[in-house]
């Protein structure tokens, strides 16, 4: 029997990071040469692996030089060696790519580890995450006949805090003020909702006075009215 592997849930999730592993069970008579986990936004992602190629075999031909004859046994009588055309020999020299059965599974990953050889329990840190982004991961085994996976989890990063700098008050007058600001990067979330807070005393929050000013990144203004003068 082949080895076997079960993928631990993923913790320690953030932005561009998360924690993963598995438990490795060596096969009969077949040793876990390496294990690890893969991941990718596509479900069931498989490691890139390849093995070496083989010619196809080819249909033994002639050794005679095409510009020399073969005298048959029946004497007085020569016969041309036939060769054959340069389509038929490239086409019975052409190298095949023989890899791994892997129907119904996704070819894609984004990335994958190596931790380690033999059976039990393992850890894996899966690094260079996108931020707010859907991963799927599974635990893998080799062994001398091939990869065998582990179960799949899901989970998806978490998004990054957007980055908005606000822009010089204008338009001030006893009575209201225009303000605004700029929203240089979702964090890899979209961003629902964006506007000003405003107070008479410092650091104000969206718990008192606020105007929104739409959604998205990029830059906005927003009217502040019913401001009392002085």
Not at 30 to 51: D, I, Y
Not at 88 to 103: C, G, L, S, V, Y
Not at 121 to 148: C, F, Q, W
Not at 158 to 170: G, K, L, N, R
Request: proline share 7%; charged share 15%; hydrophobic share 25%.
């Amino acid at each position: 029997a082949p080895p076997t592997v079960t993928t631990r849930e993923v913790t320690d999730i953030s932005g561009s990071e998360a924690r993963s592993g598995g438990v490795a069970t060596q096969g009969e008579g077949l040793e876990v040469l390496s294990r690890g986990v893969v991941w990718g936004t596509n479900s069931h992602p498989v490691l890139p692996e390849t093995k070496p190629k083989q010619l196809a075999s080819a249909t033994k031909v002639s050794s005679t030089p095409p510009d020399k004859t073969v005298r048959s046994l029946t004497p007085n009588t020569t016969q041309a060696a036939e060769m054959p055309n340069k389509k038929e020999t490239e086409q019975r020299k052409a190298e095949t790519d023989i890899t791994p059965a892997m129907k119904g599974q996704s070819s894609g990953y984004t990335g994958y580890t190596v931790d380690g050889s033999g059976s039990g329990s393992y850890e894996s840190m899966l690094s260079n995450l996108s931020p707010g982004t859907d991963y799927y991961v599974r635990a893998y085994v080799k062994s001398s006949v091939g990869i065998h996976y582990g179960n799949e989890f899901s989970f998806s990063t978490m998004a990054d805090i957007p980055i908005v700098t606000t822009t010089d008050v204008s338009n001030v007058n006893s009575t209201s003020a225009t303000g605004g600001g700029n929203v240089t990067s979702s964090g890899g979330a979209a961003v629902s909702a964006r506007g000003i807070a405003y107070s008479t005393s410092p650091n104000p929050t969206v718990s008192g006075n606020t105007v929104l000013a739409g959604s998205g990144t990029g830059t906005f203004t927003a009217q502040m009215t019913g401001l009392s003068p002085g």
